[in-house]
């Protein structure tokens, strides 16, 4: 059942970001690729092999079940992810209003529709 509610959940983010993609502002634009990133950080996270309550480091004594741990190497991942898309999000937003203070406007392709 958790398996569905998050592939339902990575269908929705990656549906809506694209939609917003494909609509003419520019600041729709912004929050479509933002959705997008979400969607495929939680892709990420979720292929990981999601374990509630397992240890992420393993014991020195005794060989180790790789089945009994979490992999750290997801959640690092999605971590430098999240962080890195923060700041291509601020950069993106502060083009967008350079670009609308130059054009005048805010459409993708710069001109309003007539």
């Given at each position: 059942?958790?398996?569905?509610?998050?592939?339902?959940?990575?269908g929705v983010l990656t549906?809506?970001?694209?939609?917003?993609?494909?609509?003419?502002?520019?600041?729709q634009v912004a929050i479509?690729?933002?959705?997008?990133?979400?969607a495929v950080n939680l892709?990420?996270?979720?292929?990981?092999?999601?374990?509630?309550?397992?240890?992420?480091?393993?014991?020195?004594?005794?060989?180790?079940?790789?089945?009994?741990?979490?992999?750290?190497?997801?959640?690092?991942?999605?971590?430098?992810?999240?962080?890195?898309?923060?700041?291509?999000?601020?950069?993106?937003?502060?083009?967008?209003?350079?670009?609308?203070?130059?054009?005048?406007?805010?459409?993708?392709?710069?001109?309003?529709?007539?």
């Open positions: 059942m958790n398996e569905v509610v998050v592939a339902c959940a990575i549906a809506s970001g694209v939609w917003l993609l494909l609509r003419p502002r520019t600041f479509g690729l933002s959705l997008l990133s979400y892709f990420i996270f979720a292929m990981g092999r999601l374990r509630i309550g397992a240890a992420p480091i393993v014991a020195a004594a005794g060989t180790p079940d790789p089945a009994a741990f979490a992999d750290p190497l997801p959640q690092a991942l999605v971590l430098t992810a999240i962080v890195i898309g923060f700041a291509t999000t601020a950069l993106l937003l502060v083009v967008l209003l350079a670009a609308r203070g130059l054009t005048g406007t805010d459409h993708v392709d710069g001109r309003e529709p007539e």
